[in-house]
């Protein structure tokens, strides 16, 4: 079991830069690739980034590629979010979310991840 708590949402102006954190609690957590989704109101919850559980391969959605970064650190339970250059339309909640087991078929979906946080706002004003 893991237990995921989103944290560093806020309001920034467009451009701005904001580091999104996921902490984890459970044994497992290292055994699992993580991902960053987003939703934003009366939208679909949508894939934003994904590592493996080594921390070696990332995946982007193309809206984010080139501004956002993310980092596990697996001694430490967490995943980072760096996002820079910051646009209206990535105003949204936040979520973090691990899979059940060490391989998926698909990072970008949602039924690929087992284990959701809660959720961190995001609002970047224009």
């Known amino acids: 079991q893991v237990q995921l708590v989103e944290s560093g949402g806020g309001l920034v102006q467009a451009g701005g830069s904001l580091r999104l954190s996921c902490a984890a609690s459970g044994r497992t957590f290292g055994n699992y690739p993580i991902g960053w989704f987003r939703q934003a109101p009366g939208k679909e919850r949508e894939f934003v980034a994904a590592?493996?559980?080594?921390?070696?391969?990332?995946y982007y959605a193309d809206s984010v590629k080139g501004r956002f970064t993310i980092s596990r650190d697996n001694a430490k339970n967490t995943v980072l979010l760096q996002m820079n250059s910051l646009k209206p339309e990535d105003t949204a909640v936040y979520y973090c979310a691990a899979s059940g087991s060490l391989y998926v078929p698909n990072y970008r979906t949602t039924d690929s991840y087992a284990y959701w946080g809660q959720g961190t706002q995001v609002t970047v004003s224009s």
């Open positions: 590592i493996n559980w080594r921390g070696g391969s990332a």
